[in-house]
């Protein structure tokens, strides 16, 4: 019995992260944020370049999601319900990843 083996090519668009990337602009600043205020500032950024999609409670949820990520990988320090952006916060950026990648 001859099995055929199937390859698979996949094929990702990495596209740039808007919400992550405005976090880490946002963040860097060294200044600590509540969620609902750093939010704020990230989603009136975004509202001005014109990079919202989904509607405000998505937008939310993701950027909740991704903050979440960031203290996880320790680029971001949460002390209670504040968080603070870390000296190696650009790591998350869709820049940095670019020229590294």
Excluded at 23 to 40: I, Y
Excluded at 50 to 73: D, F, H, I, P
Aim: proline residues 1%.
């Amino acid at each position: 019995m001859v099995m055929s083996t199937t390859r698979r090519t996949r094929f990702s668009r990495r596209v740039p992260d808007h919400v992550t990337d405005e976090l880490v602009t946002v963040l860097s600043d060294k200044q600590t944020f509540g969620f609902n205020d750093l939010f704020e500032v990230v989603y009136e950024n975004l509202k001005a370049r014109n990079a919202v999609s989904g509607g405000e409670e998505m937008l939310r949820l993701r950027a909740y999601e991704k903050l979440q990520n960031l203290v996880t990988r320790g680029l971001v320090e949460k002390n209670g319900k504040e968080y603070r952006g870390l000296d190696n916060i650009h790591e998350a950026s869709s820049a940095h990843a670019a020229a590294n990648g």
